[in-house]
């Protein structure tokens, strides 16, 4: 830990946790009010949050025209309307790596990386632009990176011989080995806050209680409402968590009866939330709880794996997820799709309202919203469906649609996007993966 950052940054503290504290006027940003006034103040944290889709989006309800507040949005976009100023709609990118493979795990396991894989029981691909960015400033943070998913992994090979490893985890440590992905939110939780053993019996509020009542005598009022509103939002997902968590706990038993590893059971009985949506939400929040608290700057969310096996039964669609994009001009990819956005947005107004001095968190942050393919239907990842939101602190032109598809194709690489975002968050970087230059328009 850099004790420089970590000393400028104000914290609840309690029986082992540490609770970071949202932008408060009372006190000097992010530090303490002991700092004397020719200190400059901490700039708020620029954060990357990475959520991903499988198995592409509908090809003709995906678009949008304009720029700014005036951005007309198709059908499957409409969700992020109210986030027009700070959307960017970016198509044409690609993976050069991930085309003439076959489909599927050789499309999906160098999605953030750009690396080319290798076939067979050896993994071997290349580390993914959210493990290089923590690795370069994760050890200012509690957590480098937080890895979540929504979907168990899968095991062994695809028809094309490659490991459904590649199809399962988006997240790469080094080119042999994949981020060990949390998909129980509450084992998410309890690691976030370093909930170990009994304590996990006692709320983290409770834990920081002396420490928030201290705080909130020397607060002002705008500051003690906004405290509040803070710690009311991490109980009532701490709340939902501990409901999830005793389903775990059940799941275990009945994995120790049965002989069945938990991996390989449906769910519910294997502890995930039998509601996606509120699998997917918690999971969402937990990433706006982590950037809002200080834990960490840098999230991956794998809302679905390749070939996934996911169920709608909410949006009126029969098919399972993979089976579902094979038809990918129905209206039932339709809601697909569009749903998915939906959870772009939800994570994006949840940042949207979390006030750091005169921005937002979402103004801090980039929400990275990437594909495996455009067509489930042909398996065509020529080109992907890319979304970004966010400012990044001001660093970001936002309020774009940017269409790369008839440019040259070193002029259109997935990785010179992250190459950008690498640098945006001062890293400096003059490579990632196979590009060479950022991506200028943004």
Same mark, same amino acid.
């Given at each position: ?152 992994? $899968? ?20 080119? $042999? ?118 834990? $960490? ?133 003059? $490579? ?11």
């Amino acid at each position: 830990m850099n004790r420089r950052i970590f000393d400028r940054r104000m914290w609840l503290r309690g029986s082992g946790v540490l609770v970071g504290l949202p932008w408060l006027e009372s006190f000097q940003a992010w530090g303490s009010e002991q700092e004397s006034s020719n200190t400059s103040k901490d700039v708020p944290p620029k954060r990357l949050a990475i959520m991903f889709m499988a198995c592409g989006v509908h090809p003709t309800k995906w678009w949008a025209k304009g720029q700014g507040s005036q951005m007309e949005l198709s059908s499957c976009l409409t969700p992020l309307e109210q986030h027009r100023e700070k959307l960017n709609v970016i198509n044409g990118l690609f993976n050069k790596n991930a085309t003439g493979v076959g489909i599927h795990p050789g499309q999906t396991g160098n999605i953030l990386s750009g690396a080319a894989l290798q076939k067979g029981s050896e993994l071997r691909g290349g580390i993914s632009v959210d493990q290089a960015i923590a690795n370069a400033i994760g050890n200012d943070d509690i957590v480098p990176s937080l890895v979540l998913g929504c979907e168990q992994p $899968t095991t062994g090979f695809h028809e094309t011989n490659f490991s459904m490893a590649y199809s399962s985890h988006i997240s790469w440590q080094n080119a $042999t080995s994949p981020v060990p992905m949390e998909v129980y939110p509450s084992a998410a939780f309890d690691s976030l806050f370093e909930n170990r053993g009994t304590q996990r019996n006692k709320s983290i509020l409770d834990r920081v209680m002396r420490d928030a009542h201290d705080l909130q005598l020397r607060a002002s009022k705008s500051d003690q409402l906004k405290l509040d509103e803070y710690l009311t939002s991490i109980r009532e997902v701490e709340k939902r968590i501990d409901r999830q968590r005793r389903g775990v706990e059940r799941a275990g038993e009945k994995s120790q009866e049965s002989g069945k590893a938990l991996w390989g059971m449906n769910r519910p009985d294997n502890g995930l939330p039998e509601d996606i949506r509120e699998h997917m939400k918690l999971m969402c929040d937990l990433i706006a709880i982590a950037f809002q608290s200080h834990r $960490t700057r840098v999230a991956s969310l794998l809302l679905c794996r390749d070939i996934s096996g996911l169920f709608y039964p909410f949006l009126d669609v029969s098919k399972p997820h993979h089976l579902a994009s094979h038809d990918d001009l129905s209206d039932e990819w339709e809601r697909v799709t569009t749903y998915y956005v939906e959870q772009v947005a939800y994570l994006a107004s949840r940042l949207a309202k979390m006030q750091e001095a005169d921005a937002s968190v979402l103004d801090n942050s980039c929400i990275l919203f990437v594909n495996n393919m455009w067509s489930g239907s042909k398996h065509e990842s020529t080109r992907l469906p890319v979304l970004t939101v966010g400012g990044l602190g001001g660093s970001m032109q936002t309020g774009q649609v940017l269409d790369y598809q008839d440019r040259d194709s070193s002029e259109k690489k997935l990785c010179s996007l992250y190459l950008s975002l690498m640098q945006k968050m001062g890293i400096e970087a003059d $490579t990632f993966g196979d590009a060479q230059n950022p991506l200028q328009e943004i």
